[in-house]
């Protein structure tokens, strides 16, 4: 098979997991986790490394910012083999109660997005798989890391929805914080439901420095990196488990 | 504030009156199914298509309200239900099947819901998923493990008009689900969306688990033993209010 058109991988390339960042320099940082761990390719934001984590084939592929990248991401890894597909991100959380820094295991998403739209009827909900959901969870208890559980927003226009936004964000995002949305950010929609509706596994977990109506109270660059770290150790034993799940039955 | 006050305009109750876990389901009719099948049970209220039995499963106290069909009522009884105290809500009812694989008896357990009812878009635009609580989806799992009773786990279509999308619909009703069966869509049904979304932007607990019969485009005389595959039904949700209420979930 020749290469993908954007990704630039063949079969044989990636594991049946791979973790899907939006920052690019965020998939050495997401390798660096891993036992071992090889660059395969890059091209244009599509960087991808390969490598064991517990014996388990696992990769990263870093997909640029925005559902219309990692839309394109999903369907090419798939064509080379890629099942499970899980979000490592961050994103401008929208409750006051959620501690600075705070990790999120996504349940499902708001699709607030263009790409899905294209996709799917506004009526189809973005669902993160049960598995996926419930291996976070499991391994979260088992590295003693704090998680919480709950919906995310996905959008598109990030100088529209986020605290750098000109526009009065808390009156926009009134609706969605009214009702218990944790996150804004832009991918899981498209993560979710591309994943659902392509037969895949699909699920998110995110990290965020502080919420949007407290910007100033945000926490520390080095906190967040603490915070990401501990989102990748989540991902890598929810990889272990789908493992398990699927081969050793 | 006097306890009265808080009675509940249409499903006629007060808080104490239900169980934590409250089963739903559409028909008046199959509360009394599951009065049957409690260890105890005990008629609590009962206004319009609203009935409400409370009673006790091996120790565990469980209510079933019934809410009428479609998602106007069901919006209803949920919202009153919330406001009652109502901890999880399990929708047990019947659909339209339209994957070719589904058998009667079998059981589909909704991860979430195609929202193509209106009622839950006067709460919330579209964007909103109706999907249900995933501790309720494994609650249903394993109860259905635990009876040895088939299923089927994902998406299902929640709509408004039956004489729509039925076999006893007006011109091409397959042509119109098309889309739905492309997309990986059990089955159809006139609640689930409403009920997800209304729960879920309260933080309730809320999930569906339907009864299939066979798939409804094609000609079957078979025997759909109904009667005792409602009775399956109601155990699956009994079971999973019994298992919702050992791991604390209540």
Known sequence: ?249 | MNKEQHRQHHIDMVEGDTAPTVLITGDPGRVKVFADLMDESWKVAQKREYLTYTGKKDGVLISCTSTGIGPSSTAIGVEELIRIGTKNIIRIGTCGAIQSFLKPGEMIIATGAIRGDRASEEFISIDYPAIADYRIVRALIDACDRLKVPYHKGLIRTHDAFYMESPWAIGDYKARLQKWIDLDVLAIDNESSTIFVIAGMQGVRSGTVLLSGYPIFEEHNGDLNQEENIKKLVLVGIEAAKILHEKGLN
């Open chain 1, 1 to 249: 098979m020749e290469k993908q058109h954007h990704i630039h991988l063949v079969p044989g390339d990636v594991g049946e997991t791979v973790f899907l960042p939006g920052d690019v320099s965020r998939a050495k940082v997401i390798a660096d986790h891993f036992d071992s761990a090889e660059f395969v390719a890059q091209n244009r934001q599509y960087i991808t490394y390969t490598g064991m984590y517990k014996n388990v084939k696992v990769s990263v592929t870093s997909t640029g910012i925005g559902g219309a990248a990692a839309a394109i991401a999903i369907e090419e890894l798939i064509k080379v083999g890629a099942k499970n597909f899980i979000r490592i991100g961050t994103g401008g959380a929208m409750q006051t109660w959620l501690p600075r820094p705070c990790l999120l295991v996504i349940t499902g998403a708001v699709r607030g997005d263009g790409t899905t739209r294209e996709y799917f009827p506004p009526e189809y909900p973005a669902i993160a798989d049960l598995d996926i959901v419930e291996a976070m969870l499991k391994s979260a208890e088992e590295l003693n890391i704090r998680v919480h559980t709950g919906l995310e927003c996905s959008h598109d226009a990030f100088y529209a929805g986020s605290t750098l936004s000109k526009l009065d964000i808390l009156t926009i995002e009134k609706p969605w914080i009214d009702a218990g949305v944790l996150i804004a950010s832009q991918e899981a929609s498209t993560v979710l439901a591309l994943s659902m509706a392509r037969r895949c596994r699909g699920g998110v977990i995110l990290a965020s420095a502080g919420c949007h109506q407290h910007p100033d109270l945000s926490a520390s660059d080095e906190e967040m990196v603490i915070a990401i770290s501990n989102a990748t150790k989540i991902a890598l034993e929810t990889a272990v488990k789908l493992n398990n799940l699927d081969h050793k039955n």
